[in-house]
Protein backbone atom coordinates (compact mmCIF):
# COMPACT_ATOMS: atom_id res chain seq x y z
CA UNK A 1 0.00 0.00 0.00
CA UNK A 2 2.98 2.39 0.82
CA UNK A 3 4.37 1.94 -3.06
CA UNK A 4 0.48 3.12 -3.88
CA UNK A 5 0.08 5.90 -1.79
CA UNK A 6 3.60 7.20 -2.47
CA UNK A 7 3.73 6.68 -6.74
CA UNK A 8 -0.20 8.27 -6.16
CA UNK A 9 1.29 11.40 -3.46
CA UNK A 10 3.91 11.98 -6.39
CA UNK A 11 1.69 11.96 -10.19
CA UNK A 12 -0.43 14.22 -7.73
CA UNK A 13 2.14 16.67 -6.65
CA UNK A 14 3.79 16.66 -10.46
CA UNK A 15 0.16 17.51 -12.06
CA UNK A 16 -0.33 20.32 -9.23
CA UNK A 17 3.27 21.50 -9.66
CA UNK A 18 2.68 21.84 -13.25
CA UNK A 19 -0.65 23.60 -13.23
CA UNK A 20 0.87 25.90 -10.31
CA UNK A 21 4.09 26.70 -12.84
CA UNK A 22 1.71 27.56 -15.67
CA UNK A 23 -0.08 29.97 -13.82
CA UNK A 24 2.66 31.72 -12.77
CA UNK A 25 3.90 31.95 -16.43
CA UNK A 26 0.84 34.19 -16.54
CA UNK A 27 0.27 36.02 -13.63
CA UNK A 28 2.23 37.17 -10.38
CA UNK A 29 3.76 34.01 -8.46
CA UNK A 30 2.20 35.40 -5.08
CA UNK A 31 -1.17 36.07 -6.95
CA UNK A 32 -1.09 32.38 -8.48
CA UNK A 33 0.13 30.93 -4.50
CA UNK A 34 -2.51 32.97 -3.25
CA UNK A 35 -5.90 31.05 -5.15
CA UNK A 36 -3.88 27.76 -5.00
CA UNK A 37 -3.80 27.55 -1.28
CA UNK A 38 -7.30 29.63 -0.54
CA UNK A 39 -8.58 26.39 -3.10
CA UNK A 40 -6.43 24.21 -0.81
CA UNK A 41 -8.14 24.87 2.47
CA UNK A 42 -11.26 24.99 0.63
CA UNK A 43 -11.11 21.84 0.15
CA UNK A 44 -9.41 20.57 2.80
CA UNK A 45 -11.51 22.02 5.36
CA UNK A 46 -14.62 20.45 4.70
CA UNK A 47 -13.13 16.94 4.63
CA UNK A 48 -11.15 17.35 7.55
CA UNK A 49 -14.67 18.08 9.26
CA UNK A 50 -15.69 14.81 8.36
CA UNK A 51 -12.29 13.06 9.43
CA UNK A 52 -12.62 10.25 12.49
CA UNK A 53 -10.80 11.69 15.62
CA UNK A 54 -10.56 14.79 17.31
CA UNK A 55 -8.72 17.95 16.41
CA UNK A 56 -5.66 16.91 18.66
CA UNK A 57 -3.18 20.55 19.33
CA UNK A 58 -0.08 18.35 18.77
CA UNK A 59 -1.25 17.50 15.51
CA UNK A 60 -2.13 21.56 14.75
CA UNK A 61 1.44 22.61 16.15
CA UNK A 62 2.95 20.35 13.30
CA UNK A 63 0.74 21.16 10.70
CA UNK A 64 1.04 24.95 11.18
CA UNK A 65 4.81 24.33 10.88
CA UNK A 66 4.65 22.34 8.43
CA UNK A 67 2.73 24.82 6.53
CA UNK A 68 5.41 27.74 6.97
CA UNK A 69 8.15 25.95 5.84
CA UNK A 70 6.12 24.61 3.03
CA UNK A 71 4.84 27.94 2.24
CA UNK A 72 8.33 29.17 1.97
CA UNK A 73 9.50 26.53 -0.27
CA UNK A 74 6.37 26.89 -2.37
CA UNK A 75 7.35 30.33 -3.04
CA UNK A 76 10.85 29.84 -4.00
CA UNK A 77 9.70 27.03 -6.11
CA UNK A 78 7.11 28.80 -8.37
CA UNK A 79 9.28 31.66 -8.73
CA UNK A 80 12.02 29.05 -10.06
CA UNK A 81 8.93 27.47 -12.36
CA UNK A 82 7.94 30.99 -13.88
CA UNK A 83 11.49 32.50 -14.45
CA UNK A 84 13.31 28.91 -15.55
CA UNK A 85 12.89 25.50 -17.18
CA UNK A 86 10.29 23.56 -15.67
CA UNK A 87 12.59 20.45 -16.39
CA UNK A 88 15.87 21.80 -14.24
CA UNK A 89 14.58 23.30 -11.73
CA UNK A 90 11.94 20.86 -10.36
CA UNK A 91 14.35 16.98 -10.71
CA UNK A 92 16.61 19.54 -8.60
CA UNK A 93 14.08 20.29 -6.19
CA UNK A 94 13.03 16.60 -6.00
CA UNK A 95 16.47 15.32 -5.13
CA UNK A 96 17.46 17.86 -2.55
CA UNK A 97 13.91 16.97 -0.75
CA UNK A 98 14.56 13.70 -0.79
CA UNK A 99 17.87 13.63 1.29
CA UNK A 100 17.30 14.86 4.62
CA UNK A 101 14.07 12.94 5.53
CA UNK A 102 15.61 10.04 4.26
CA UNK A 103 18.47 10.42 6.13
CA UNK A 104 16.38 10.65 9.15
CA UNK A 105 14.40 7.51 8.33
CA UNK A 106 18.02 5.65 8.28
CA UNK A 107 19.05 7.33 11.72
CA UNK A 108 15.56 6.40 13.05
CA UNK A 109 16.55 2.42 12.53
CA UNK A 110 14.72 2.58 9.12
CA UNK A 111 16.83 -0.49 7.60
CA UNK A 112 14.99 -1.30 3.82
CA UNK A 113 16.13 -4.44 2.57
CA UNK A 114 18.71 -4.66 -0.87
CA UNK A 115 15.69 -4.76 -3.34
CA UNK A 116 14.23 -1.26 -1.49
CA UNK A 117 17.66 0.12 -1.38
CA UNK A 118 18.50 -0.63 -5.01
CA UNK A 119 15.47 0.84 -5.90
CA UNK A 120 15.31 4.22 -4.00
CA UNK A 121 19.04 4.27 -5.69
CA UNK A 122 17.79 4.14 -8.59
CA UNK A 123 15.00 6.72 -8.34
CA UNK A 124 17.23 9.50 -6.87
CA UNK A 125 19.74 8.40 -10.03
CA UNK A 126 16.75 8.97 -12.17
CA UNK A 127 16.03 12.35 -10.82
CA UNK A 128 19.73 13.22 -11.68
CA UNK A 129 19.79 12.55 -14.87
CA UNK A 130 16.44 14.30 -15.74
CA UNK A 131 18.28 17.38 -14.08
CA UNK A 132 21.61 16.91 -15.55
CA UNK A 133 20.70 16.62 -19.21
CA UNK A 134 18.46 19.89 -18.92
CA UNK A 135 21.26 21.95 -18.29
CA UNK A 136 22.92 21.03 -21.59
CA UNK A 137 19.83 21.24 -23.62
CA UNK A 138 20.26 24.25 -26.19
CA UNK A 139 16.87 25.05 -26.44
CA UNK A 140 15.99 24.72 -22.59
CA UNK A 141 18.96 27.19 -22.24
CA UNK A 142 17.95 29.56 -24.80
CA UNK A 143 13.94 29.59 -22.70
CA UNK A 144 16.23 30.40 -19.62
CA UNK A 145 18.47 32.49 -20.95
CA UNK A 146 15.85 35.17 -22.13
CA UNK A 147 14.43 34.65 -18.90
CA UNK A 148 18.06 36.11 -17.80
CA UNK A 149 18.08 33.28 -15.54
CA UNK A 150 22.21 31.67 -15.94
CA UNK A 151 22.44 27.77 -16.81
CA UNK A 152 22.62 25.90 -14.84
CA UNK A 153 23.44 29.40 -11.63
CA UNK A 154 19.66 30.53 -10.67
CA UNK A 155 18.17 27.35 -11.60
CA UNK A 156 19.70 25.05 -9.55
CA UNK A 157 19.51 27.73 -6.69
CA UNK A 158 15.99 27.79 -6.81
CA UNK A 159 15.57 23.83 -6.53
CA UNK A 160 18.17 23.43 -4.09
CA UNK A 161 16.30 25.98 -1.76
CA UNK A 162 12.89 25.07 -2.49
CA UNK A 163 14.14 21.40 -2.19
CA UNK A 164 15.50 22.10 1.23
CA UNK A 165 12.09 23.22 2.32
CA UNK A 166 10.19 20.58 1.27
CA UNK A 167 11.94 18.05 3.10
CA UNK A 168 11.19 19.50 6.01
CA UNK A 169 7.67 19.48 5.09
CA UNK A 170 7.95 16.22 4.83
CA UNK A 171 9.18 15.58 8.12
CA UNK A 172 7.24 17.91 9.25
CA UNK A 173 3.94 17.00 8.23
CA UNK A 174 4.74 13.08 8.89
CA UNK A 175 4.82 14.04 12.52
CA UNK A 176 1.88 15.89 12.57
CA UNK A 177 0.01 12.94 10.77
CA UNK A 178 1.39 10.96 13.84
CA UNK A 179 -1.06 13.11 16.31
CA UNK A 180 -4.36 13.14 14.26
CA UNK A 181 -6.48 12.49 10.89
CA UNK A 182 -6.63 15.36 8.76
CA UNK A 183 -6.72 18.20 10.62
CA UNK A 184 -2.73 18.84 10.85
CA UNK A 185 -3.29 18.75 6.86
CA UNK A 186 -5.82 21.42 7.06
CA UNK A 187 -3.57 23.46 9.91
CA UNK A 188 -0.60 23.38 7.05
CA UNK A 189 -2.61 24.66 4.30
CA UNK A 190 -3.74 27.32 6.35
CA UNK A 191 -0.20 28.07 7.39
CA UNK A 192 0.69 28.15 4.31
CA UNK A 193 -1.80 30.83 3.27
CA UNK A 194 -0.55 32.59 6.18
CA UNK A 195 2.99 32.72 4.30
CA UNK A 196 1.63 34.14 0.86
CA UNK A 197 -0.02 36.86 2.71
CA UNK A 198 2.22 37.81 4.78
CA UNK A 199 4.83 37.85 2.02
CA UNK A 200 2.53 40.06 0.33
CA UNK A 201 2.43 42.68 2.99
CA UNK A 202 6.19 42.44 3.11
CA UNK A 203 7.00 43.04 -0.43
CA UNK A 204 3.88 44.97 -0.93
CA UNK A 205 1.97 43.18 -4.01
CA UNK A 206 -1.46 42.87 -4.48
CA UNK A 207 -2.58 39.29 -4.44
CA UNK A 208 -6.27 40.56 -6.79
CA UNK A 209 -6.01 38.27 -9.92
CA UNK A 210 -6.57 41.46 -11.78
CA UNK A 211 -7.23 40.77 -15.75
CA UNK A 212 -6.86 37.41 -14.66
CA UNK A 213 -8.22 35.00 -17.52
CA UNK A 214 -10.81 31.78 -16.47
CA UNK A 215 -8.42 29.38 -17.50
CA UNK A 216 -5.47 30.76 -15.26
CA UNK A 217 -7.82 30.65 -12.08
CA UNK A 218 -8.61 27.53 -12.79
CA UNK A 219 -5.46 26.10 -12.86
CA UNK A 220 -4.62 27.87 -9.88
CA UNK A 221 -7.18 26.98 -8.11
CA UNK A 222 -6.70 23.13 -9.15
CA UNK A 223 -3.30 23.17 -8.58
CA UNK A 224 -3.99 24.03 -4.76
CA UNK A 225 -7.12 21.13 -4.59
CA UNK A 226 -4.96 18.52 -5.88
CA UNK A 227 -2.18 19.68 -3.82
CA UNK A 228 -4.00 18.73 -1.00
CA UNK A 229 -5.57 15.72 -2.10
CA UNK A 230 -1.20 14.84 -2.41
CA UNK A 231 -0.52 15.50 0.75
CA UNK A 232 -3.30 13.41 2.32
CA UNK A 233 -1.73 10.34 0.14
CA UNK A 234 1.50 11.15 1.21
CA UNK A 235 0.10 11.25 4.63
CA UNK A 236 -1.12 7.79 4.67
CA UNK A 237 1.94 6.68 3.04
CA UNK A 238 3.92 7.34 6.14
CA UNK A 239 1.35 5.27 8.01
CA UNK A 240 1.41 2.56 6.11
CA UNK A 241 5.03 1.64 5.70
CA UNK A 242 8.30 3.02 5.95
CA UNK A 243 8.37 6.46 5.80
CA UNK A 244 11.97 6.72 3.76
CA UNK A 245 10.31 4.37 1.53
CA UNK A 246 7.23 6.69 1.04
CA UNK A 247 9.36 9.78 0.50
CA UNK A 248 11.52 8.55 -1.83
CA UNK A 249 8.54 7.47 -3.69
CA UNK A 250 7.05 10.47 -3.32
CA UNK A 251 9.85 12.43 -4.66
CA UNK A 252 9.43 11.27 -8.06
CA UNK A 253 6.71 13.60 -8.48
CA UNK A 254 9.35 15.97 -10.77
CA UNK A 255 9.24 13.23 -13.14
CA UNK A 256 5.39 13.94 -14.20
CA UNK A 257 6.63 17.89 -14.44
CA UNK A 258 8.78 17.09 -16.58
CA UNK A 259 6.68 14.82 -19.21
CA UNK A 260 3.75 17.13 -19.11
CA UNK A 261 6.51 19.63 -19.81
CA UNK A 262 7.53 17.87 -23.00
CA UNK A 263 3.80 16.95 -23.84
CA UNK A 264 1.66 20.20 -23.38
CA UNK A 265 4.89 22.91 -23.95
CA UNK A 266 7.28 20.80 -26.11
CA UNK A 267 10.61 21.08 -23.92
CA UNK A 268 12.48 18.63 -25.64
CA UNK A 269 13.64 15.36 -23.36
CA UNK A 270 17.42 14.29 -24.60
CA UNK A 271 18.28 10.48 -24.48
CA UNK A 272 19.80 11.19 -20.89
CA UNK A 273 16.59 12.10 -19.46
CA UNK A 274 14.83 9.10 -20.85
CA UNK A 275 17.39 7.04 -19.71
CA UNK A 276 16.15 8.56 -16.03
CA UNK A 277 12.72 7.61 -16.90
CA UNK A 278 13.46 4.28 -17.19
CA UNK A 279 15.54 3.87 -14.25
CA UNK A 280 13.06 5.42 -12.51
CA UNK A 281 10.55 2.61 -13.79
CA UNK A 282 12.79 -0.23 -12.76
CA UNK A 283 13.62 1.42 -9.42
CA UNK A 284 9.40 0.90 -8.98
CA UNK A 285 9.60 -2.32 -9.87
CA UNK A 286 12.25 -2.94 -7.18
CA UNK A 287 10.43 -1.25 -4.34
CA UNK A 288 6.80 -2.89 -5.06
CA UNK A 289 8.16 -6.16 -5.68
Not at 143 to 148: D, L, Q, Y
Not at 248 to 266: E, K, M, Q
Request: hydrophobic share 60%; charged share 10%.
Amino acid sequence: MVVLLGLTAAMLYGAGDFLGGMASRRAPVLTVLMLAETAGVIVVLPVASMSPGPARLAGLAWGMSAGIVGGLGVIIFYIGLAAGPMSVVAPVSGLVSTVLPVGVALAEGERPGAAIYAGALLCLVAIVLASSAADSDPAISTSAARAGLPVPGRALGYGIASGTSFGLFFLLIRNAGQSGELWPIASGRIGELAVIVIAAVVLRRSLLPRGAGGRLLLAAAAAGAIDVIANICYVAATRTGMFGLAVVLTSLYPGVTVLLARVVLGERLRWVQRAGLGLAAIGIILVAA
